[in-house]
C-alpha cells in the first residue's frame, strides 16, 4: 500500500452506511486516500468525513474545496449519495418530497462535478456516479427517484462527452436490488460488498485506455413474479 502523503485520493458522497461505506472500504484496502462528504457522520477516522448537506451549495462547495487543499490532488470521485424519499403517487407526493430529491439526487451531482472538474482533468482522473435500475425500470410510487436516476444518466453520459478529450473518464453504474439496509439479508438482492467490489474493479484495474460509460449489474437470483411497486427492481 502507498504512503498516505503519494496514495491517490478518493471523494466519495454518502459513505455513512451502505453502499457508499462498502464502497470507501474497498477503495481504503486498495491504498486510497478516503475523504467523505456526508450529512449524518459515521464517525470513523480512514472516513475523511467532512459534515456536508449535499443539497446547500456553498456548503458542498466549501467541502469540495477543503478536500482538495488539503489533499492537494483528486484522482476519483463517486457520487453516491442518494434520497429515496417517500414512495407516493405523483397525486399524493408532496412537492417538498420531489424538491429534495431534485436536490440532493441530480442538482448536487452537477454542482459535485463542476467543484471537482480542474481537479480530475489535472489527474486525469474518474467520475463515477452511482444511478439505479430504477432510471430506466419504472415502478408504482417511485417517479420523483426514477426521474432524478434517468436525468443522472444524460448527465454522466454529457460529462464523458464533453471531458474524455481532456483526460476525464466518466461512469454510471446502474445497479439493480441491493441490500443497503442494516439486516437485510435477502438471497434475491446484491450485497453491498460485491457492488463495492465492482465499483473499486473499475477505479483501481480498469484499463486507462478505455471506458466503461456505464456498467448495469443485477441480482444473479431473482425471486418469483408478480410484484409491484418499488419490488419489480428484484426482477430485471
Not at 474518474?126 to 417517479?143: D, P, W
Request: glycine share 10%; proline share 6%; net charge negative.
Amino acid at each position: 500500500m502507498p504512503s498516505e502523503t503519494g496514495a491517490p485520493v478518493a471523494l466519495l458522497t454518502g459513505t455513512n452506511r451502505g453502499t457508499g461505506r462498502a464502497i470507501a472500504a474497498a477503495l481504503h484496502g486498495r491504498g486510497y486516500r478516503v475523504r467523505s462528504l456526508n450529512r449524518t457522520l459515521g464517525g470513523e477516522d480512514w472516513l475523511g468525513e467532512r459534515e456536508c448537506d449535499l443539497s446547500d451549495p456553498p456548503r458542498l462547495a466549501g467541502a469540495v474545496a477543503d478536500v482538495l487543499a488539503e489533499t492537494g490532488r483528486l484522482d476519483v470521485c463517486v457520487a453516491n449519495a442518494v434520497d429515496r424519499g417517500v414512495l407516493l403517487p405523483l397525486e399524493a407526493l408532496p412537492d417538498q418530497d420531489w424538491d429534495r430529491l431534485v436536490a440532493v439526487n441530480l442538482t448536487s451531482v452537477f454542482r459535485l462535478i463542476k467543484a471537482v472538474l480542474p481537479a480530475l482533468r489535472r489527474s486525469e482522473g474518474l467520475f463515477v456516479a452511482m444511478g439505479s435500475h430504477a432510471g430506466s425500470r419504472y415502478f408504482e410510487g417511485g417517479a420523483a427517484y426514477s426521474a432524478t436516476k434517468a436525468a443522472l444518466k444524460a448527465l454522466v453520459e454529457t460529462l464523458l462527452l464533453e471531458e474524455r478529450g481532456n483526460g476525464v473518464r466518466a461512469c454510471l453504474f446502474s445497479p439493480g436490488a441491493v441490500a443497503n439496509l442494516d439486516g437485510d439479508e435477502s438471497p434475491h438482492k446484491m450485497s453491498t460488498a460485491s457492488v463495492a467490489e465492482c465499483v473499486a474493479t473499475v477505479v483501481d484495474s480498469w484499463p486507462h485506455d478505455l471506458v466503461a460509460g456505464e456498467i448495469e449489474i443485477r441480482p444473479a437470483s431473482p425471486p418469483n413474479p408478480p410484484v409491484t411497486g418499488i419490488d419489480r427492481l428484484l426482477h430485471v
